[in-house]
């Protein structure tokens, strides 16, 4: 090198990078149960029956089966009446008719319901520092 020329040094930086853990708080978390009382709603329904007798005074051979006619059941009720000879009398019919009804109804109901709550507790950091636990 002449002493007309110079020279400058070249300087480089370098970065690292560190982690460290650092305590910001605490958070706590619990479950709730809230009960509330609701009206609850629904349809019941109602069955009677009306029983009619019909009067028939009619004399059969054979005993006449049950049948229906569109909701009425109608049931045969037989007599032995004596007379000179034994003769099959066909008393009355029991006429049985089925009629439904509903209403509607509300009933008082208690549900429960969760739900979390988080609370957070801030703390002074606590620093953890890699370099020292390892130097």
């Not at 004399?59 to 032995?80: C, F, H, K, S």
Request: proline share 6%.
């Amino acid at each position: 090198m002449s002493p007309s020329e110079k020279s400058v040094p070249v300087i480089e930086e370098e970065a690292h990078v560190q982690k460290r853990t650092v305590t910001t708080g605490r958070v706590r978390v619990e479950t709730v149960t809230e009960i509330h009382d609701e009206v609850a709603t629904a349809e019941l329904e109602t069955s009677d029956v009306e029983i009619t007798r019909v009067p028939v005074g009619r004399e059969v051979e054979n005993p006449p089966a049950m049948r229906t006619m569109g909701d009425t059941i109608v049931v045969p009720v037989l007599e032995e009446v004596l007379v000179v000879e034994r003769r099959l009398m066909l008393k009355e019919e029991l006429h049985i008719t089925r009629r439904v009804t509903s209403e509607a109804v509300d009933v008082p109901v208690r549900l429960r319901k969760q739900r979390a709550v988080v609370t957070r507790k801030h703390d002074a950091p606590q620093e953890k520092n890699e370099d020292k636990e390892n130097g």
